[in-house]
């Protein structure tokens, strides 16, 4: 595997981390509930099928690689952020414009 080259400031910022200099604020139940939440985050349990042009396929793929990710772990996370509400669609307020 490719070793990441890092500039100076996250070089830095690296070995500060790796010597420990860092510590957690997080109170206990704030980790515990972040735990959980990211393990309900990640957790697969269901699988779907879905049909796409090859071109959608092929920018997905692309920005999933430039991302350094599966493209289905991708997917999988715009969809999660969608359904919660992180993610929004700007062409459903555009409906509701009127035009002059």
Do not use: C, W
């Amino acid at each position: 595997m490719a070793k990441t080259k890092l500039d100076p400031e996250e070089q830095e910022l690296l070995e500060a981390y790796e010597s420990g200099e860092f510590e957690s604020d997080l109170d206990a139940d704030r980790r515990e509930y972040l735990t959980k939440s990211a393990e309900e985050t990640f957790k697969k349990d269901k699988r779907i099928n879905i049909r796409i042009s090859s071109r959608d396929l092929e920018a997905l793929q692309r920005r999933a690689l430039e991302e350094g990710l599966p493209y289905q772990s991708l997917v999988s996370s715009v969809l999660h952020k969608y359904v919660s509400g992180g993610l929004k669609d700007i062409s459903a307020n555009k409906s509701g414009q009127r035009t002059r």
